[in-house]
């Protein structure tokens, strides 16, 4: 029962374009949603986070939306650069984040084209 | 997360030998969390401890595993009894206090486990 689904499971986009990684959960305990980037050989970094509160953070490059009641999240990079280039999780987790377990999708590989 | 160390990198185990695996928090964290990864498969929490205790184990099979975070040294998980199934990448996270938000997790770069 996967409760975070990350449907696509690559995506390639041109330097300098947007991208937008996309995410959807199925929990409505879910109240803080997270990304997190990962090249390989390396553990899992924190990217950005959002609150159910909230509807948009951003980041400098990085902006993540959340719809509530689509129960759906995106992660836009803009402009995209190579070193983009990484797995994306998406990951929830209820309590507002404060020491509890995440949940995780099964990840994007971003693919940014020089 | 440079920070949290694991060790070792690479595990390589005949089926039903035995696998530990170790885990360094960051200084200052006493929270560690260990998160399993399967080929083709997001990370998926597996137990959570503080110094001495185990918090939440939610995560764990049931049989042959094992987590323990003593006052000194670092976190071990343990598998007994190794399978194939168990091949896959192990990782540690550590935060620093009760009430942190997520953000302050970091993780470690992993152990491969690989079972033949």
């Known amino acids: 029962d996967q409760q975070v689904k990350q449907n696509s499971p690559s995506l390639s986009v041109q330097e300098g374009r947007i991208s937008i990684l996309n995410c959807d959960y199925t929990?409505?305990?879910?109240?803080?949603f997270l990304w997190y980037k990962k090249y390989p050989a390396e553990g899992p970094t924190f990217l950005i986070s959002i609150s159910s509160i909230k509807d948009k953070n951003e980041d400098g490059r990085f902006t993540v939306f959340l719809n509530k009641s689509a129960k759906h999240l995106s992660l836009h990079i803009v402009p995209s650069q190579p070193g983009d280039s990484a797995v994306y999780f998406c990951?929830?987790?209820?309590?507002?984040?404060?020491?509890?377990?995440?949940?995780f999708g099964k990840g994007i590989t971003l693919s940014v084209r020089p | 997360n440079a920070g949290v160390m694991q060790n070792p990198r690479h595990l390589v185990r005949r089926r039903g030998q035995e696998a530990r695996l170790r885990c360094s928090p960051m200084k200052g964290h006493s929270h560690v969390y260990w998160y399993r990864q399967l080929p083709e498969e997001g990370l998926k929490f597996m137990v959570y401890?503080?110094?001495?205790?185990?918090?939440?184990e939610s995560g764990m099979p049931k049989e042959r595993f094992s987590a323990e975070f003593p006052k000194e040294g670092p976190s071990i998980l343990r598998i007994q009894q190794v399978v194939r199934g168990d091949s896959a990448a192990y990782f540690c996270?550590?935060?620093?206090?009760?009430?942190?938000?997520?953000?302050?997790?970091?993780f470690g770069s992993g152990t491969q486990l690989s079972v033949l």
């Open positions: 401890l503080q110094k001495e205790n185990i918090i939440d």
């Open positions: 929990n409505s305990m879910f109240d803080y």
């Open positions: 996270a550590s935060s620093p206090a009760l009430g942190t938000t997520n953000e302050k997790l970091f």
């Open positions: 990951a929830a987790s209820a309590d507002y984040g404060a020491n509890s377990k995440l949940t």
